[in-house]
């Protein structure tokens, strides 16, 4: 679908900001309000804006700090298919929080968040392995999040050391 630059603009603004008030983002992209909630309703209904969220750094809360891995899956796809069947019955998995298909030597990537390394590795073997389609897989297990979709999480206070040139 093609959108026009104002469409664009809009969704640019509010994959940054998505609490922006609509008079804010109407003054911003130019437009009147009426025409902006239009637009927005139109994103909408297209599922071109799919939802709006927030990225929340869990690991300063304490006892919620969880655990999350990257999943390499290699599946046979099926006939008439393809990977979606195989991606589908992943993706329910309340553990699952995205499912990406990629090309390399996996074929799927599967991002699942769990309260521990036990619970994660007990998806991948009692879930994830055992779905006939599934080869194999490789778990990697995220130790820090530095960067997530374009937001820099701040280093600790002990970390944030000022540098003085002699």
Do not use: C
């Not at 983002?25 to 239009?38: R, S, V, Y």
């Amino acid at each position: 679908m093609k959108l026009t630059e104002k469409e664009i603009e809009i969704i640019e603004i509010l994959e940054k900001n998505s609490r922006i008030s609509n008079d804010d983002l109407a003054a911003m992209i130019g437009l009147p309000i009426n025409e902006t909630e239009e637009v927005l309703r139109k994103l909408e209904e297209l599922k071109i804006i799919v939802r709006y969220t927030s990225v929340v750094d869990w690991s300063k809360i304490q006892g919620h700090e969880g655990v999350t891995a990257m999943i390499d899956v290699k599946v046979t796809p099926k006939r008439g298919v393809g990977f979606d069947d195989i991606a589908k019955r992943i993706y329910r998995f309340k553990e699952v929080k995205s499912v990406y298909l990629m090309s390399g030597a996996y074929d799927l990537s599967v991002i699942i968040e769990g309260g521990s390394m036990n619970e994660v590795a007990r998806f991948v073997s009692d879930k994830l392995s055992t779905l006939d389609s599934v080869i194999s897989t490789t778990t990697h297990f995220i130790l820090k999040k530095y960067k997530h979709d374009g937001t820099i999480f701040e280093p600790e206070e002990e970390d944030k050391r000022i540098v003085v040139s002699p």
